[in-house]
Each structure stands twice: as structure tokens, then as C-alpha cells.
């Protein structure tokens, strides 16, 4: 199976997956500078949540992989991602109501 073998802080992680898709996401900002290894199906996997710092190394290889690691933790399902997207909805629109933005058929 096709996949990535990526290298962080001197751990290997050979990631692959039949369908769904996958990210290397780099959060720097003042508040933190760190390295998440993502991906997703009908569940969003998380294989590595680290601090980067100067001079840290990240290699990134697309390759074939023979044993997939499994993921360290399941981030959240499907149907947590859409409730929060329609607590999030509604929280913004009694929002916009208040401020009247938008009228009650909108």
C-alpha cells in the first residue's frame, strides 16, 4: 500500500490508509510551535502530537508501506465533527439574530 514514512524528533512512522486522506499540520504561532500527523476517514486519527523547536528536522517520504502503524488516539468521529459544526451553526446565527443581521427565515 502507498504511503508516507515520516520522520519527527528521531521517531519513524510509517502511515498508510485504503481510502481517506492525511495531513502534516504545523501549528507555530506565539503560543505554541508543534507538529500534529493527522488523518481521515469516517474517524479523524491523530499518530503523533509534538513541540518543534529551531533546528528540529521533519522528512516527509511517500513510499510503499508493508505494516501500517495504527494511529495513538482516535480525535473524533464523524458525527462529533458535525455536531460541533451545528453547535457552532446555531451559536453564530442566534448571534447575527441578536444583532439583526439576518431575520428568523434566514
Excluded at 528540529?56 to 460541533?84: A, C, G, L
Excluded at 457552532?88 to 439576518?102: A, F, M, P, T, V
Amino acid at each position: 500500500m502507498k504511503g508516507f514514512r515520516i520522520t519527527v524528533h528521531g521517531r519513524q512512522f510509517d502511515i498508510a490508509m485504503p481510502q481517506g486522506s492525511f495531513g502534516i499540520v504545523a501549528n507555530l504561532n506565539q503560543w505554541r510551535n508543534e507538529i500534529n500527523i493527522n488523518g481521515a476517514t469516517y474517524k479523524c486519527f491523530r499518530w503523533y502530537k509534538g513541540e518543534l523547536k529551531p533546528g528540529d528536522y521533519v522528512t516527509v517520504e511517500f513510499t510503499d508501506i508493508e505494516s501500517p502503524m495504527q494511529p495513538e488516539e482516535v480525535v473524533f468521529s464523524k458525527e462529533e465533527q458535525i455536531n460541533d459544526t451545528r453547535r457552532l451553526y446555531d451559536s453564530l446565527r442566534k448571534e447575527l439574530l441578536k444583532k439583526g443581521l439576518i431575520s428568523e427565515n434566514e
